[in-house]
């Protein structure tokens, strides 16, 4: 890395977030990759970006991994991974009809709202699904159900006006990595307007976005300034930023540490630092060594102990290998 300018204004204190950085789903899909790179080799294609970080995608590049937008991309019978992210029912058929290998790296937390939003239009129910329009998980999770039975909300005004063909079997789902408070709060206007609606029974925002938002928050506490680790796609990352935003920091999602302005710290002798769940933890030393080696000291700020969850590789791993 080119190296960066030194700080004005010396950093006394970096207060480092923990939880932070990778999440199960993140190590499992990026496990699959390198598990098909060892086995099968390449041409190895990956629909989407494995998970939403340049780095992990760009170090896959190197080694010969192939990302496509589009299973049209994918010369018929090769092998194709889809991302954390997931992909619906749609892409899967097509993968059928090209005879492509698929190894199938959604995160189970992701499958497990695919599973819910087809269960509740099974049982009769519409469903008000809580997602931004365009990200990879929301449009494979609304592609599941024919979509006069779901509806996209992204804000609280959408949550206002929304009106769905009936109310008496309503259920409200929602992408996994959202702000949960922003999401409580459109919950609330859901609820206040339609006294049916049904809750899933486990948060669908899941634990790894709620640990990391709970430990952003306490990072406020701490300093005036805080940098999130994480690239532009990444949702997770960016509702790290809002949540640190919306409890009073100045605060800048970086890729990087090469992407640090100076001047963002020229009014403080703190700094905070936490990474999305996509961020492999290396590019976080990177930054955190980056303050240390101007004579920093780092405190880590513990939240959440967050349980040591692991999910198995897909099983077309398993049978192949
Ligand atoms: S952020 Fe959550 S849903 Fe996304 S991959 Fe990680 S554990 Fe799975």
Request: a negative charge.
């Amino acid at each position: 890395m080119e190296e960066l300018p030194i700080t004005k204004n010396m950093i006394k204190t970096v207060y480092l977030a923990k939880p932070r950085g990778f999440c199960a789903g993140v190590n499992r899909a990026v496990a699959s990759v390198e598990a098909a790179l060892k086995h099968f080799g390449s041409p190895l294609y990956v629909r989407h970006q494995i998970v939403h970080n340049h780095h992990v995608v760009a170090d896959f590049e190197k080694r010969g991994v192939v990302f496509v937008e589009e299973l049209v991309q994918v010369p018929s019978g090769c092998r194709v991974i889809i991302s954390a992210h997931g992909a619906g029912p749609k892409v899967y058929k097509e993968a059928l009809k090209r005879q492509l290998h698929v190894i199938d790296a959604t995160c189970p937390l992701v499958t497990k709202v695919h599973t819910e939003v087809k269960q509740a239009v099974q049982n009769g129910y519409f469903v008000l699904y809580i997602g931004h329009r365009g990200h990879p998980e929301t449009e494979g999770v609304l592609g599941e159900v024919p979509t006069d039975m779901i509806t996209l909300l992204e804000t609280k005004d959408d949550a206002k006006q929304v009106a769905p063909l009936q109310t008496e079997k309503l259920i409200v789902l929602s992408q996994t990595t959202l702000s949960f408070d922003d999401t409580q709060e459109i919950m609330t206007v859901l609820e206040n307007r339609f006294p049916n609606l049904t809750k899933p029974s486990a948060a669908d925002i899941c634990y790894a976005t709620q640990n990391r938002q709970k430990a952003v928050k306490a990072l406020t506490e701490k300093t005036p300034v805080i940098l999130v680790i994480g690239s532009k796609e990444s949702s997770n990352s960016n509702r790290l930023k809002d949540v640190a935003s919306a409890a009073g920091a100045y605060a800048y999602l970086i890729d990087d540490i090469s992407e640090l302005h100076p001047q963002w710290l020229e009014s403080t002798s703190s700094v905070g630092i936490t990474a999305g769940a996509s961020v492999p933890e290396y590019v976080i030393t990177q930054a955190v060594n980056y303050f240390t080696n101007q004579g920093a000291a780092v405190e880590e700020i513990n939240t959440v102990t967050e349980a040591a969850i692991t999910f198995t590789l897909p099983k077309e791993l398993y049978e192949s290998a």
